[in-house]
């Protein structure tokens, strides 16, 4: 049963969370100093998809509980690993910090979609006030001086854009076709186990190498991106919208592109924060806000 309420050790937890999520990419971009990025995503995608068969059989949770679910989980498992290969990509060309912030445009897509494919989910004033603000958030981001366009990040920016919208698209697809019909845990071994042969057909296709070095430093970024994000730390997740109202777990996930620019970018990797920056960061999150409001009644 839902508690409607979140009392302060969960609440911890989640911020905890979202700490996670926002240094990840800094451990990505220092990863990538000594292995192929695309390949990285696929290696994190098979590491984590083994430790959740180990985690579900011990806890009797079927992989399949029909097989029409199959196809769906290919889908789900490639928009996914197209994700996450272009967020790795992306920061062979741009800022933690901007990436943050435009991958974290996805609810505005998904929101998009929403409205097109999902009975029921249609735009309202908040949605489409916060798709506004994430217009101009973006906008912002993209803007240098008097109004002229930005060049020198934009490869790696749009690559992130992209990425957020396919982050968009997997969301609606999973709530058309997969959302009540199967255990959360399902949908992300799902999302992890397909996406890993795709990761690792285009690594295969566009690397021409995969690892150059090893050293502490790359080891222990794999160990962080494999297992305490793509594994522990979406278990965590995954066990606290169990028990807790999705609506309000979503709530929680604003801090994640605030703490992804702090942590990220400018503690690990000592990247300079600019006015714009943080102005976009603050209407993309306003946007995110309006996005997922739910005015009592409705």
């Known amino acids: 049963m839902y508690r409607a309420h979140l009392p302060w050790r969960p609440i911890a937890i989640l911020i905890f969370l979202t700490m996670i999520w926002?240094?990840?990419?800094?451990?990505?971009?220092?990863?990538?100093?000594?292995?192929?990025p695309v390949f990285m995503a696929g290696l994190r995608s098979i590491v984590a998809s083994l430790c959740l068969f180990i985690w579900m059989k011990v806890r009797g949770i079927k992989i399949f509980p029909s097989t029409r679910f199959i196809g769906h989980g290919i889908v789900v498992g490639v928009l996914f690993g197209g994700e996450f290969g272009l967020m790795f990509v992306g920061l062979e060309f741009t800022l933690a910090s901007r990436g943050y912030v435009l991958l974290y445009c996805a609810p505005f897509f998904a929101a998009l979609g929403a409205h097109a494919y999902l009975e029921g989910d249609?735009?309202?004033?908040?949605?489409?006030?916060?798709?506004?603000?994430?217009?101009?958030?973006?906008?912002?981001?993209?803007l240098k001086d008097l109004g002229s366009i930005s060049f020198k990040a934009l490869p790696g920016d749009l690559l992130f854009l992209i990425a957020g919208a396919m982050w968009g698209a997997t969301t609606v697809y999973i709530?058309?076709?997969?959302?009540?019909?199967?255990?959360?845990?399902?949908?992300?071994?799902?999302?992890?186990?397909?996406?890993?042969?795709?990761?690792?057909?285009?690594?295969?296709?566009?690397?021409?190498s995969a690892i150059w070095s090893v050293s502490f430093t790359l080891l222990f970024s794999l160990f962080y991106q494999c297992i305490i994000v793509a594994f522990l730390s979406y278990l965590a997740w995954f066990t606290l919208v169990?028990?807790?109202?999705?609506?309000?777990?979503?709530?929680?996930?604003?801090?994640?592109?605030?703490?992804?620019?702090?942590?990220?970018g400018v503690l690990i990797l000592g990247e300079t924060i600019g006015p714009k920056l943080l102005i976009s960061l603050l209407l993309v999150s306003v946007g995110m806000v309006l996005v997922n409001y739910q005015p009592e009644g409705s």
Request: charged share 15%; hydrophobic share 55%; net charge positive.
């Open 122 to 142: 249609r735009l309202n004033v908040w949605k489409t006030a916060g798709l506004l603000a994430a217009f101009c958030g973006v906008t912002v981001l993209f």
């Open 175 to 208: 709530k058309k076709y997969l959302v009540r019909r199967t255990d959360p845990l399902q949908i992300l071994f799902y999302q992890l186990f397909f996406s890993a042969p795709f990761l690792l057909l285009v690594s295969l296709t566009i690397e021409p």
């Open 22 to 36: 926002g240094s990840n990419m800094a451990f990505v971009k220092i990863a990538s100093r000594e292995m192929a």
């Open 242 to 264: 169990a028990r807790y109202p999705v609506s309000v777990m979503h709530a929680f996930s604003f801090f994640t592109p605030v703490f992804g620019v702090l942590i990220s």
